[in-house]
Each structure stands twice: as C-alpha cells, then as structure tokens.
C-alpha cells in the first residue's frame, strides 16, 4: 500500500479530497490542484459549492481569478457528493472544532464527516485530520470511525494528523510557506502523510505520533493566548501608572534576542486562540490535571471587553453623558485588521455589554457589510454597516483595519475610544483602553 501511494505521488496520478472548503481547506484543495494535483473538494454547504463551480471566492483573501485559474487547469473540483470520496487517495479533514455552551469540545462535524468517509472509503487510502483538537483524536475517535469500514488501520488505510497554520492575509506567509507538522499511526502512514505534503509546503516536520500532531498546535495557540493575557494585564496596571503599554512594546521589542511582542486588545478573536486551548483543559481533566495558565489566561482575556466597556463610560462622563441612550458607533466586527472574519470577535461582546447597559450602537466595517445569522448572537443579524461621521456621542475602535487610519478622528470632536492603538496622534477627547 505504501509503495503504491507513493509511486502515485510520483507520478502524480495521485487524487486528493479535501473535507470542508473554509479557511483551511480551500487553499489546501487550491494548492494541490496548482501542483498539478487532481483535488476535490468536499463541502456540505451547497452554497460554496455553487459558489466555486461558478469561479467565485467567498474568502476575501483568496481572489475569484484563482478559482478560476484552478478549475480551468481541470485540477480542482468541489462538491457535495461524498460518493467521489472512492476516487480520492487521500482524505483531508479540515471542518469546524467550536466550543460547545460548556466551554467543552464540540465534536459533532468531525464525527459526521469521518462517518460520511467511513460510508465511502476503500482499501489503498489515507485520511488526515487538519483541525485542531485535543491529544488522542485521531486514534480515540476518528480511526474507531474509519474502522466501521470493516477495513483495518494500517493495514487497508493509513491515519495521519497533520495541523493547519493558516494565517489569513498575512503578507508574509501563505499555505506554501509555512512549515507543516505531520505525524501518524505508523511509520508507513508517516512516510506516505510527509510525501503528500512535501508536494505542496517548503518543509515538512515528521513527528513520532498523531499525538504530538496535535498537541504541538495547541501548545502553538496556548503561547499565544498566555502572552496575550500577559500584555492586556501589563496594559492594565501600566495605564494606572500613566505608562503607554505599546510605547513599551515598541521599546522591548528591540532587544534582538529572548523577546517577541505580542499586543493587548479588546479581547480574544478568530477561530483559534479564543478556542483551542480549553480543548486541553477539558482532555488534561480525563489525567486529572489541572492547566492553571490556561485558565488564568482564559479568564483574563475574556474580561478585556469589560474594561473596554467602563472606559467608554469614562469617556461619556468626561463630556457630561451616561451610557445610557448614548448613540455609539463601533469601528470593525472582524476580529482582527484587514480580514472579513467576524467568528468569535470581541466586537460582538461589546456590542451586547454596552446594549444592555442602555446605549445604542451602531457598527462600521467595510468587511462585513451585513450581519449574518449566528448561533451565537442572533439578536444582530441583518444590521448593516454605517457610515462613519461624528453625528453619534462616541466612537469606539475595535478593529485596526487601514481604512480607518486615513479618518481625521480629532474633527469629530467627541469622544473616541481606542483599544487598538490605531491613532498616534494625542488629542484631548482620545481615551486609549
Ligand atoms: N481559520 C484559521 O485561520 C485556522 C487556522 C488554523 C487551524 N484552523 C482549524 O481548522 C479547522 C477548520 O477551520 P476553518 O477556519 O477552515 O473553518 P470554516 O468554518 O471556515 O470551514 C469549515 C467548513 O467545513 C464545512 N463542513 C462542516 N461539516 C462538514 C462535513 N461534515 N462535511 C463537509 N464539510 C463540512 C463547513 O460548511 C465549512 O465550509 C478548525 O479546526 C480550526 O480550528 C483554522
């Protein structure tokens, strides 16, 4: 079985099939398919199906001319029908891993994506799982899955674990550049997973087991959760002291070596790092292991839009007004500069918090032009971006994005709340926080 994929590989007679065409997978399915690579992808929303069979992007990052560049090649394909599953040599599984009401792992698209493989594979595959998740998944719950086939781990197919390091719109790497972290169930499975990514990445990083696959990620988004809490306390206790936590970034920021900045804010967004850790917390209870940091981390990121929230009560006050019936206008739903994803975005805390402490708030984001309907907060779902003028009695930065940096916020006279860092200039009615 080994040789046979990896002749395929060679030759690249080898079909990929990607599960789940969002962030993850669909450069994954593009850049496999750029390589020359026969790739479908598989997803159970029609929409973005549709959407990709008639050349269109839904992610802004990636351009429509590269969808259609890919499926002219005759390379890339999308689909909804799990049937062409058989016609796939390898399986990549990159859908959601949310957070379920308990804070615990919500396994449930994982669960059905890998019974719906289980339904179709065959003999001679290998099913790699992208999203991130707690150590143990691949061998405790997908392979049990996949085994339902009737066929047998390592012997009929072959399991990896292989983690996504997609950074939206970073400038400086995209899917090819980054190094990529493999590991599997046997060393079979590990040569045939690092071959196929080998295809499409500059480095590959082999692993001893699927296990430390999918610990190394979480350790990834814990350092970054962890030294997110450090700074948005930092920033607490220097404003008391009348000290600019990012002109002190900035200052330690030089020292060439043993320091990497990271930068407070509203509080945590995106995907991931609001996530993935507390999918440790929860495993690390099953050893009766408590993961303190975590918590500690966890607790004060989440209480950053508090903060955020009595500073714009400062602001009002300092111009005579409660928050209540105040008319604020919020710059950005995406949870971070330039991107139009809004998934776990601060900005939707504070709207809530400030709403029922009695303002009205209105948001601008040239990203999101409308709310859409969410599980999570249903309440804002169809408003629509306004314009930006200083017509309301405050505003308030949430997101950092460029087209904000051209405003002359000083004209507006009134109160502008910042928790970006975004304007330079210091004015009497800025409150940074
Ligand atoms: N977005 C990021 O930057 C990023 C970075 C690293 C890792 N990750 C991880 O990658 C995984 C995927 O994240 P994403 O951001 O791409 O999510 P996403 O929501 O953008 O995309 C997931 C896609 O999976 C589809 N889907 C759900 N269930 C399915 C099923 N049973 N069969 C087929 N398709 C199905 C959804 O319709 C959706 O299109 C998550 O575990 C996430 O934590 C994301």
Redesign the pocket.
């Known amino acids: 079985m080994k040789q046979e994929l990896l002749k395929k590989l060679e030759d690249k007679s080898f079909v990929v099939g990607v599960?789940?065409?969002?962030?993850?997978?669909l450069p994954l399915n593009l850049c496999f398919a750029e390589k020359g690579f026969r790739s479908v992808g598989?997803?159970?929303?029609k929409s973005?199906v549709d959407s990709l069979n008639a050349g269109k992007s839904y992610i802004k990052h990636i351009p429509s001319e590269r969808i259609q560049k890919a499926k002219e090649s005759g390379f890339f394909s999308s689909t909804t029908d799990y049937s062409k599953i058989k016609e796939c040599d390898a399986i990549l599984i990159?859908?959601?891993?949310p957070l379920n009401k308990n804070r615990e792992p919500e396994m449930e698209?994982v669960v059905?994506?890998c019974e719906?493989v289980s339904k179709q594979m065959r003999r001679g595959q290998l099913i790699v799982l992208?999203?991130?998740?707690y150590p143990g998944t691949t061998d405790e719950l997908m392979v049990p899955i996949l085994e339902k086939s009737g066929l047998k781990l390592d012997k009929d197919f072959y399991a990896a674990f292989s983690?996504?390091?997609?950074?939206?719109n970073n400038k400086d790497y995209r899917t090819e550049t980054i190094p990529k972290v493999v590991g599997a169930t046997s060393p079979d499975g590990l040569a045939v997973a690092d071959k196929l990514y080998q295809q499409i990445v500059v480095k590959t990083v082999p692993v001893s087991s699927t296990r430390v696959a999918e610990a190394t990620?979480l350790l990834e988004n814990i350092f970054r959760s962890v030294n997110i809490a450090l700074v948005n306390e930092l920033k607490m206790a220097f404003m008391k002291m009348g000290i600019d936590i990012w002109e002190v970034i900035e200052g330690a920021k030089t020292k060439p070596f043993g320091f990497m900045p990271f930068y407070p804010g509203p509080g945590l967004g995106?995907?991931?790092i609001p996530?993935?850790p507390f999918y440790l917390t929860w495993k690390a209870r099953e050893y009766g292991v408590a993961t303190r940091f975590i918590e500690l981390a966890g607790e004060i990121n989440t209480s950053m839009p508090v903060f955020v929230v009595q500073k714009v009560m400062d602001a009002l006050n300092e111009v005579g007004k409660p928050l209540k019936k105040s008319r604020i206008l919020m710059l950005g739903l995406a949870y971070k500069a330039n991107v139009d994803?809004d998934?776990e975005s601060p900005s939707y805390k504070l709207m809530k918090d400030l709403e029922e402490k009695g303002a009205t708030v209105e948001y601008n984001d040239p990203y999101v032009p409308v709310i859409k309907m969410t599980r999570e907060h249903p309440q804002f779902a169809g408003r629509r971006s306004s314009a930006i003028s200083g017509k309301h009695d405050l505003i308030l930065i949430s997101t950092a994005h460029d087209e904000y940096r051209k405003i002359d916020f000083k004209s507006f006279n009134i109160p502008i709340v910042d928790s970006r860092n975004l304007i330079q200039e210091k004015f009497p009615l800025l409150f940074k926080a």
């Open positions: 599960i789940g065409l969002g962030y993850v997978g598989f997803d159970i929303d973005k990159a859908v959601p891993t698209f059905s994506s719906a992208e999203s991130t998740t983690p996504e390091r997609e950074d939206p990620k995106g995907h991931c996530i993935d994803d998934r």
